[in-house]
């Protein structure tokens, strides 16, 4: 009977999930550049994807920038789709370096699995600013971090 009590509680409990979800994903970057050259970086890359035509890895549109926060937002080529992104940039003490908090989140309501699409927003400009391949360039995230991070095809 006991245990019957805690299976029942226990399904109720995970029907409780919330299931639509603002699908997201959050990374961690470090460089051996001071974060000033990171935020330009970042900022030129938003602005040069800017423009609103259909190729898909553009339509981002920048928000706002200070030296610490960068804002922006892009759009599916449908126009369906939009998710907030947001750097948010910290000196390091160490060889003058910059560890930048990165996040992109779906605002309308999508399925848990976003294919990476939120990972890909992030990635895509780092990737298109030759961030990657910047002094000392390390990505730390994960599957719980970052929906989609595995499935993405962007990084390939
Ligand atoms: C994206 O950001 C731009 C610039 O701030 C703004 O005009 C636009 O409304 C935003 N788009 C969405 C869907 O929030
Ligand atoms: C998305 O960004 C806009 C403009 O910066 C803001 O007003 C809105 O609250 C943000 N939404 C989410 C879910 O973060």
């Known amino acids: 009977m006991r245990t019957l009590l805690l299976v029942s509680a226990l399904i109720g409990s995970l029907t409780a999930i919330p ?9 961690l970057w470090l460089f051996e550049m001071p974060c000033a050259e990171i935020s330009t970086t970042l ?17 981002y549109q920048l928000v706002s920038a200070t ?7 892009h759009t599916s080529p449908d126009g369906l789709q939009t998710e907030n992104i947001t750097f948010t ?25 976003d294919d990476g699409l939120n990972y890909c927003n992030l990635y895509n400009l780092l990737s298109a600013s030759g961030l990657t ?13 970052c929906l989609g991070y595995g499935l993405s095809t962007c990084k390939a």
Request: glycine fraction near 4%; charged fraction near 10%.
């Open 67 to 73: 030296s610490v926060v960068i804002k922006a937002n």
């Open 43 to 59: 900022v030129k890359q938003i602005e040069a994807f800017s423009p609103m035509i259909g190729c898909e890895k553009c339509q």
């Open 19 to 27: 299931i639509p979800y603002h699908a997201f994903c959050s990374s």
């Open 133 to 145: 391949s910047a002094p000392g360039f390390i990505e730390m995230t994960n599957e719980w971090a």
């Open 89 to 113: 940039l910290n000196p390091t003490i160490m060889a003058s370096g910059c560890r930048v908090s990165a996040q992109s989140i779906s605002l309308s309501f999508t399925s848990l699995l």
